[in-house]
């Protein structure tokens, strides 16, 4: 830098020595996760308070330590259950990611189509995604079939909206100033337009998933799926069997996947793309 | 820019004397009795009205006027981004670069990959796009911030990224629009200095709008103040104050305030009519 720099500098993008890097890297990390464990404790103790009132009978509203006991016992079958229904998840978020990129890039490249179908989109998006599964149902019956249509359809519509999202708010200046470079056509949508679209393309995709498994598990419940046995098919088994304990650890198989794939998944995409782009404050985070 | 000294308005016909060497008297940009209008009926608008103006190779023209003089939608039509209405305009250049109020860098990119993009889809081959870059951010000052983010730089660097992108595209050309009209007054004057400094090692033809005289001054060989509404050439001013200037300069001053006493009359007319 020459002497240019004196009035105008700013924290210049330095390489820290390598264990401050991975000092800094466990406080983070610990700063990120002890909060989160308070809160398990929290909601845990305030279970075990429920128990210990008497409200219910132990025989339906078991302790977590029972539960958590039965959980570990049980933990083969509940990986074999919950991979399950994770693949059927991914199998179907993957038709869906498909489906709903090649809408959104026609309902945002497309002016009829954009007319035509633009609002029916969001609309579908309000659709309860359990509404879905008696037609799926009487579509395909109880096979894998029924499972993806209503993961499709749930899912597409955000995938697609989160893509014209982002293309409709491309800046325009970004799309002038590529123009000025040289980018029209195939090349402005490489280097501008998809790259500017991307932060509400992955906000697309994370709402995506979390109505993708919200109808999965609205699938598993209702349907009654031959074959392999998901987390959401054991949790209708239990409830019938009345097996109290088994409905709490379906329960929490559900819950942990759900926050899993959001937060270290998707969340952490979605930070690094924002921290990226600049769009939210490195120093208040 | 021919020295006109005393004609107002150059008229559309007026043929550009061919003087000594024949190529380079040629103008690189010619601009003849330009017409450009928005919208239609009522709602039509007239930015340009019958503008004339010759750039010559090498040439540094500072375009001065007050807002709607239309100076933007001159530049433009010089980079080609939108079609004059009526009139011709004649750009002998292989490409014409374009810059921005804003940086409008690409924030996803380093300032070193805002940079790259230029020189790709300029053509560049792959290999030689980051010594490329490299070097043009040294050019600006920029050399240790290569790997930096656009949101990371102040405004001035911001700036300094958006002229070495304009830089890669290798145009012969440069067209600048208010590029320092959103910094500060010590962050500007060094970039003028450092823009006098790139524009005569490189012999490029800037063509810079501003609606701030004393930039006008310090910049321009000379100085072309547009009326407004609609916009049109109103005076064309040589400026032989003798390189380098300085903008707080009593030669500037005085100069400065003969432009501003026309800047107001010109304007005063247009917001009259």
């Known amino acids: ?285 | 820019m021919k020295p006109f000294s005393d004609q107002a308005v150059r008229a559309a016909s007026s043929p550009v004397p061919p003087t000594g060497l024949e190529a380079q008297a040629r103008p690189v940009v010619s601009i003849g009795n330009v017409t450009k209008s928005f919208g239609s009926g009522n709602q039509r608008v007239v930015a340009l009205d019958g503008v004339t103006l010759d750039v010559n190779r090498g040439e540094f023209v500072c375009l001065l006027g007050a807002s709607g003089c239309g100076k933007s939608t001159l530049l433009n039509l010089v980079a080609g981004l939108d079609q004059p209405t009526t009139g011709t305009v004649d750009v002998h250049a292989q490409h014409t670069g374009l810059m921005f109020q804003d940086p409008a860098l690409f924030p996803w990119l380093t300032v070193r990959g805002n940079v790259e993009l230029a020189l790709k889809l300029g053509g560049v081959p792959r290999s030689e796009r980051r010594p490329r870059a490299l070097e043009l951010l040294e050019m600006v000052h920029l050399g240790d911030f290569a790997k930096a983010r656009p949101h990371e730089l102040s405004g001035g660097m911001r700036q300094r990224t958006a002229l070495a992108r304009a830089l890669a595209q290798n145009a012969d050309v440069l067209l600048m629009d208010e590029p320092f009209g959103a910094l500060d007054a010590m962050t500007r004057d060094r970039l003028h200095d450092e823009l006098e400094e790139l524009w005569s090692s490189t012999g490029k033809t800037i063509i810079f709008v501003t609606h701030n005289v004393r930039e006008a001054i310090r910049l321009g060989d000379c100085v072309v103040l547009l009326a407004s509404r609609p916009g049109r050439v109103a005076a064309v001013y040589d400026v032989t104050i003798p390189r380098p200037r300085r903008i707080d300069s009593p030669e500037v001053a005085t100069m400065a305030a003969t432009i501003t006493d026309q800047l107001r009359e010109v304007v005063g007319r247009g917001s009259d009519r």
């Open chain 1, 1 to 285: 830098m020459a002497v240019t720099a004196d009035l105008e500098v700013i924290v210049p993008p330095t390489a820290a020595p390598a264990d401050s890097r991975a000092k800094k890297l466990a406080r983070r990390t610990w700063d990120a996760t002890w909060p989160k464990l308070l809160a398990i404790a929290i909601v845990i103790l305030a279970w075990q308070i429920v128990v210990w009132s008497h409200w219910k009978r132990e025989t339906l509203i078991p302790s977590p330590f029972t539960v958590l006991d039965h959980l570990w016992q049980d933990r083969g079958d509940m990986t074999v259950s919950a991979w399950i229904t994770l693949g059927r998840g991914i199998q179907g978020f993957l038709v869906a990611v498909i489906i709903g990129g090649v809408l959104g890039l026609a309902v945002a490249r497309i002016p009829v189509l954009r007319a035509a179908i633009g609002s029916m989109i969001t609309g579908l998006q309000t659709m309860p995604s359990v509404a879905w599964v008696p037609l799926a149902i009487i579509l395909f019956r109880q096979g894998a079939g029924t499972v993806l249509f209503v993961v499709v359809l749930g899912a597409a519509p955000s995938i697609a909206n989160g893509i014209i999202n982002g293309i409709d708010n491309v800046p325009p200046l970004l799309l002038r100033a590529g123009r000025v470079l040289g980018a029209r056509g195939i090349s402005a949508l490489r280097h501008v337009v998809i790259p500017a679209a991307l932060p509400s393309v992955v906000g697309g995709l994370k709402q995506g998933w979390s109505f993708a498994w919200r109808s999965l598990l609205a699938a598993e419940l209702i349907a009654n799926l031959p074959g392999k046995i998901g987390i959401g098919q054991r949790l209708n088994f239990a409830a019938t069997a009345i097996d109290y304990i088994g409905v709490f650890e379906s329960m929490i198989v559900i819950l942990i996947i759900g926050i899993l794939v959001d937060s270290l998944l998707f969340g952490t995409a979605d930070r690094a793309i924002r921290r990226r782009y600049g769009l939210i404050d490195a120093a208040a985070t």
